[in-house]
């Protein structure tokens, strides 16, 4: 018997997709936000030895210095998550508003600053992180500072790709010949016409900053030991791969489940307003 595949059915897959990424984005961030209230130890406290398995005891072993896993993953990903959020509202505003202005100014200011602003994208990530974090040892806002600056230059030229691709339409050239002033045309015309790639470009800058607060954590940057951070669990417990995986598979594992749900997220926001402009 031959099955026909009808529209209704081929509708049904991005829900499923969307439903599967927003419960694995929900389950993530509800462990980095709300883990602390929820674990059954304190992050520093010795419950047993070094490695041990995971028991009925201790769900996910202990780690290399006999601390509860489980308590140090409830407790290691609020400052991951928030750091990534709060240097991701940064890059979006200030892309979007550097972005726009390059790309809507008659003026060789705008290439002059977009130029101003690859200077950044040349600078590694790393080494960002590292020069801020030596001038202020210890500071989580010197992370969210060094990932905002390093994913920023992407944020513009993403802005301004899309906003000269709009200054070509019809109807800019007709709110302009009508008298509204530049910040009205801004508002009422090129804004909501760029939500879709705004979405996108921000679902992807917030999987690149926690990415980056991750590795910042791995390398021992912002608040140091002996605070939970998902980053430093790998870099922690990598020696003891051989007796217990668990204490460095579990952030991992949370990071990549985060990554992907965010992307696909971001890729099915890109579809919905791909067809709404179509």
């Known amino acids: 018997m031959r099955v026909v595949r009808t529209s209704a ?10 439903v599967c990424a927003s419960t694995g984005l929900a389950c993530v961030l509800l462990v980095a936000l709300l883990g602390p209230y929820l674990a059954p130890h304190a992050p520093t406290e010795q419950v047993g030895l070094p490695f041990e398995s995971p028991d009925a ?3 996910l072993g202990t780690d290399m210095l006999g601390r509860d896993v489980l308590s140090r993953v409830l407790h290691g990903g609020r400052t991951i998550v928030i750091a990534g959020v709060c240097a991701t509202a940064a890059t979006t505003v200030l892309g979007t ?4 202005w ?8 705008g290439d002059l600053l977009v130029r101003l602003v690859d200077v950044l994208a040349a ?10 974090a030596a001038g202020f040892p210890g500071s989580d806002t010197a992370v969210v500072v060094a990932v905002a600056l390093t994913t920023l230059p ?8 899309s906003g000269r691709r709009l200054a070509g339409h019809g109807y800019i050239e007709a709110a302009r010949a009508r008298g509204d002033s530049a910040s009205a045309v801004l508002r009422y015309d090129v804004l909501p016409n760029m939500v879709g790639p705004l979405l996108t470009d921000a679902g992807i800058r917030l999987v690149a900053a926690v990415h980056l607060s ?4 791995f390398l021992g940057l912002g608040q140091g030991a002996p605070a939970a951070n998902w980053g430093r669990m790998v870099q922690e417990n990598l ?3 051989s007796l217990t995986t668990a204490p460095f598979l579990a952030p991992t594992l949370l990071l990549v489940v985060f990554a992907v749900s965010v992307n696909l997220l971001a890729d099915r926001v890109s579809e919905s307003f791909g067809r709404e402009a179509a």
């Open 9 to 18: 059915t081929r509708r049904t897959r991005p829900s499923v997709v969307v």
């Open 57 to 59: 005891k201790h769900v």
């Open 97 to 100: 508003l550097v972005g726009l």
């Open 102 to 109: 390059a790309a809507f100014t008659k003026t060789r200011a």
């Open 123 to 132: 600078v590694p990530a790393l080494l960002s992180m590292l020069v801020l």
């Open 154 to 161: 992407f944020s513009v030229r993403v802005v301004r790709a």
């Open 214 to 217: 991750a590795t910042a954590g």
């Open 239 to 241: 020696p003891g791969a």
